[in-house]
């Protein structure tokens, strides 16, 4: 029977003549009607990227089958490759603890559809944001978390994920460091957002240094969670002008309207399969 799936397939490798060539050449050769492709070359880098969807509904080749048939391909060209299709919906686990901005913003766009994906839960170490997840019906687990039972916590957080097939885990400002167990658990599906224009003041409290060192500019950065605080690769930011009328309270308050959107174009971005992570870069294809 026909499938009106679609799939997408990420590709980065060595930049070489023929690789558009033979990767839609073997989507052509089973039937495959490409919907979407984007290429990008990084020349200091020689390397390649690509991003390519295409229907499902006349391929000749089951969905399993599809990343094994590619193999051969993939060794020839070195290539890294990474295979989803649009059935399968991302599973998101929101880490909150005591700010409700950007889950507010999340959970009311996943509401309306405009998020494609399933929140099954969310984990918080405050219990102040509880009532926000009765309000839309998604099952709320709390873990309190001092200096001394961080790393049980943790893990039972982490098992907690893995009982419920979580693909994604989105700090919807989270206010712990994240342990290098958890971060190997999910390798670039950890999304963060910093309420600072990255790499410009890290850590706490960036506003207050911002209006300290009195900025023009006030930003916010989504990046995926490596072990370096702060230093993972960057998805998305964006800034807003600031003038010396605004205070410390001003700042935060438009700070959070940059926050929820740029926190959502990530994940938009990293759910559809639009993001490539290169060394400590991203490639977006947009």
Not at 45 to 50: E, I, L, N, R
Not at 167 to 173: C, G, I, K, Q, Y
Request: proline content about 5%; glycine content about 4%.
């Amino acid at each position: 029977m026909a499938s009106k799936d679609i799939a997408t397939l990420l590709i980065h490798c060595p930049d070489r003549p023929g690789l558009v060539h033979d990767v839609t050449g073997f989507i052509f050769s089973h039937q495959g009607n490409i919907i979407d492709l984007q290429q990008h070359i990084d020349s200091e880098q020689d390397a390649f990227f690509m991003r390519l969807e295409w229907s499902l509904e006349n391929f000749t080749l089951e969905n399993d089958e599809i990343e094994a048939r590619l193999q051969p391909l993939a060794r020839r060209h070195e290539m890294q490759m990474r295979l989803s299709f649009a059935s399968q919906r991302k599973r998101i686990a929101l880490f909150v603890t005591k700010e409700n901005h950007c889950l507010y913003d999340l959970l009311a766009r996943h509401e309306s559809g405009d998020l494609p994906v399933d929140i099954p839960l969310i984990v918080a170490n405050h219990e102040t944001l509880r009532p926000a997840a009765e309000r839309f019906g998604i099952p709320f687990h709390y873990f309190p978390i001092t200096k001394e039972n961080k790393l049980e916590q943790e893990a039972a957080q982490i098992e907690l994920l893995r009982q419920q097939r979580i693909d994604t885990v989105v700090l919807a400002r989270y206010m712990q460091i994240i342990s290098p167990a958890m971060i190997a658990e999910f390798p670039h599906r950890i999304l963060n957002i910093h309420h600072s224009f990255l790499p410009a003041f890290v850590g706490a409290k960036p506003y207050h240094q911002a209006f300290q060192r009195g900025v023009k500019i006030i930003g916010a950065t989504s990046h995926y969670v490596t072990a370096d605080l702060d230093e993972g690769p960057i998805i998305h930011q964006d800034v807003m002008r600031v003038s010396h009328e605004d205070s410390v309270h001003d700042l935060v308050r438009l700070g959070r309207d940059l926050e929820k959107t740029v926190l959502a174009k990530a994940l938009w971005w990293h759910v559809r399969e639009r993001v490539l992570v290169f060394k400590n870069k991203t490639v977006v294809f947009d």
